[in-house]
């Protein structure tokens, strides 16, 4: 079924703390606060709508086929994987302040949302109460990793991995089928501590070999600091490697972007400790 598009007129698409992956169809976003204008001031809302971005610079609303869908929210994970034809959307808070703790997988192709699990369920060694977490995918792996999350009472220093071969398994499973749904549960997560990489949010995770990621910057949980550390791990072994020093590391800063190219490892943007724009 082909994905159901609304057109963009005076629709305002800018969000905060929204969730931007590359999709088989063109960019996606998704979630996120929307500014809400009342007199004088600014209110913000929570959303869990989404947009493309197609190749001819347009921007499209999505009309999802099913009617059981991820709960509005913002600062979630996100990631997309197997040629952009999923989404997986993990986490993040709504407009209670409180934490999400649920899991959705959305296939590009057929337009629909697939619950993996929502906050009553519980999944061997699942994170929670995360906002605001990293996420990469390692394709060579067949994994997606997690680090860290602004929740303060949760496992902030390791790294989760969720194995993608068993995630696409739920598309095909019948819902009602709580012993096959238990057995995929046991498989989907696994978590590897690594204390030397401390507590962060909103750090970016870059692949700079087969089998090692960066991890640079975000803010510390536990003192509120804005970091510039550039950590090495590797992920054959989920073991730390090093962490880079040196007079050339960028500033301080959270919410930047990172990409790789070639052998270079691209960094642009994010906020620093006086929360001005860099």
Request: negative net charge; contains cysteine.
């Given at each position: 079924?082909?994905?159901?598009?609304?057109?963009?007129?005076?629709?305002?698409?800018?969000?905060?703390?929204?969730?931007?992956?590359?999709?088989?169809?063109?960019?996606?976003?998704?979630?996120?606060?929307?500014?809400?204008?009342?007199?004088?001031?600014?209110?913000?809302?929570?959303?869990?709508?989404?947009?493309?971005?197609?190749?001819?610079?347009?921007?499209?609303?999505?009309?999802?086929?099913?009617?059981?869908?991820?709960?509005?929210?913002?600062?979630?994970?996100?990631?997309?994987?197997?040629?952009?034809?999923?989404?997986?959307?993990?986490?993040?808070?709504?407009?209670?302040?409180?934490?999400?703790?649920?899991?959705?997988?959305?296939?590009?192709?057929?337009?629909?949302?697939?619950?993996?699990?929502?906050?009553?369920?519980?999944?061997?060694?699942?994170?929670?109460?995360?906002?605001?977490?990293?996420?990469?995918?390692?394709?060579?792996?067949?994994?997606?990793?997690?680090?860290?999350?602004?929740?303060?009472?949760?496992?902030?220093?390791?790294?989760?991995?969720?194995?993608?071969?068993?995630?696409?398994?739920?598309?095909?499973?019948?819902?009602?089928?709580?012993?096959?749904?238990?057995?995929?549960?046991?498989?989907?997560?696994?978590?590897?501590?690594?204390?030397?990489?401390?507590?962060?949010?909103?750090?970016?995770?870059?692949?700079?070999?087969?089998?090692?990621?960066?991890?640079?910057?975000?803010?510390?949980?536990?003192?509120?600091?804005?970091?510039?550390?550039?950590?090495?791990?590797?992920?054959?072994?989920?073991?730390?490697?090093?962490?880079?020093?040196?007079?050339?590391?960028?500033?301080?800063?959270?919410?930047?972007?990172?990409?790789?190219?070639g052998n270079i490892v691209y960094l642009y943007g994010g906020v620093d400790s006086n929360g001005h724009q860099l």
């Amino acid at each position: 079924c082909p994905n159901k598009q609304k057109e963009l007129k005076d629709v305002d698409i800018s969000r905060v703390l929204s969730g931007l992956v590359k999709t088989s169809k063109g960019v996606a976003q998704f979630g996120g606060k929307k500014a809400l204008k009342q007199d004088n001031s600014t209110l913000y809302e929570s959303t869990n709508d989404m947009f493309i971005f197609t190749e001819e610079s347009t921007w499209t609303m999505i009309d999802y086929n099913s009617t059981d869908v991820p709960s509005k929210r913002y600062g979630m994970g996100i990631q997309s994987f197997d040629q952009g034809k999923y989404i997986v959307v993990f986490g993040g808070k709504n407009d209670e302040e409180n934490y999400i703790n649920d899991m959705w997988l959305y296939n590009v192709n057929d337009n629909k949302w697939y619950m993996i699990y929502d906050e009553k369920t519980k999944v061997l060694n699942s994170p929670y109460n995360k906002e605001e977490v990293s996420s990469l995918l390692i394709e060579n792996h067949g994994i997606i990793i997690l680090y860290g999350g602004s929740a303060k009472d949760s496992d902030n220093t390791s790294i989760y991995s969720i194995d993608i071969s068993v995630l696409k398994q739920f598309i095909n499973i019948d819902p009602s089928n709580t012993k096959q749904k238990l057995e995929l549960y046991s498989k989907l997560f696994s978590i590897h501590s690594i204390p030397q990489l401390g507590s962060r949010y909103a750090a970016s995770l870059s692949q700079i070999s087969k089998n090692e990621v960066m991890i640079f910057g975000g803010i510390d949980n536990t003192n509120g600091y804005v970091s510039n550390n550039c950590d090495i791990i590797n992920i054959d072994q989920f073991s730390y490697v090093e962490k880079i020093t040196g007079t050339n590391i960028p500033l301080p800063r959270a919410h930047h972007g990172t990409k790789e190219y070639g052998n270079i490892v691209y960094l642009y943007g994010g906020v620093d400790s006086n929360g001005h724009q860099l």
